[in-house]
């Protein structure tokens, strides 16, 4: 869409550091197609999950900044920034406490994701763990979670602390008629956005071929269902306030 402007807070397109881009030529294919669909800043926010995902912090500073360095010339009006996506279990206040994950672009912003079977208490609890640092974190994936599935005071409850609200893109176009895994989340997130619970859509892309990136398309469904103005702050004008931080 032309003069279309995005920010993608949550993706996976750093290479050889999670389950996202494997190398450093589909670190270049992703950013490619998010460029075409209208990206121009993205936080590239690999995961940290205890023994799963364990990259050091050294490994990944060092493949953002090839990457980074890869994409001067070719996409100059690009911006990357570094975070962390990261899966909150009993360790992760104390490494937060010591400064051992990336924030978000470098700002008191943090990604955070849970286990889909999290109950409310322990998602409300590390929130507020989390926000007792400084730190203002974004739940990503929400219609993930089944705790908050349809719950429109809990959303209420965690934005009045201070807790950000992200949706992924996948999740935000029209259900499949027949086999669509998405079936329920979609569902889950037509909920957050008829109640307006929600701060930004992201793509969380990992691969060309699976966990796409459906940024443009899921631009196009809201501001057709919303309007123009709140697509522009789901995808674009919120995620600048992130950013303003680092100035």
Do not use: W
């Amino acid at each position: 869409m032309k003069g279309l402007i995005m920010i993608d807070i949550h993706s996976h397109i750093l290479f050889a550091v999670d389950d996202g881009a494997v190398d450093l030529a589909e670190s270049m294919a992703l950013i490619a197609d998010s460029y075409q669909q209208g990206v121009r800043t993205i936080i590239v926010t690999p995961h940290k999950r205890k023994n799963m995902f364990e990259a050091t912090n050294t490994q990944i500073s060092e493949n953002f900044s090839v990457l980074k360095h890869a994409i001067q010339q070719q996409y100059p009006d690009l911006k990357l920034y570094l975070g962390n996506e990261i899966y909150y279990t009993s360790d992760v206040f104390t490494k937060l406490k010591q400064k051992n994950y990336f924030t978000l672009a470098e700002t008191n912003f943090v990604l955070v994701e849970f286990a889909y079977e999290s109950t409310y208490q322990e998602i409300y609890t590390a929130i507020r763990e989390i926000l007792s640092l400084g730190l203002r974190p974004v739940l990503a994936h929400v219609e993930r979670y089944d705790a908050l599935a349809l719950h429109k005071e809990r959303f209420f409850e965690l934005r009045e602390l201070g807790c950000l609200i992200q949706i992924n893109a996948a999740s935000v176009l029209p259900a499949k008629l027949f086999n669509d895994p998405l079936k329920v989340f979609k569902k889950r997130t037509q909920f957050c956005l008829k109640a307006d619970l929600v701060d930004f859509v992201a793509s969380d892309v990992h691969h060309l071929d699976q966990r796409k990136n459906y940024l443009q398309a899921a631009y196009q469904q809201i501001q057709k269902k919303y309007g123009t103005q709140r697509a522009q702050d789901l995808f674009e004008m919120n995620q600048k306030k992130i950013l303003l931080e680092r100035d």
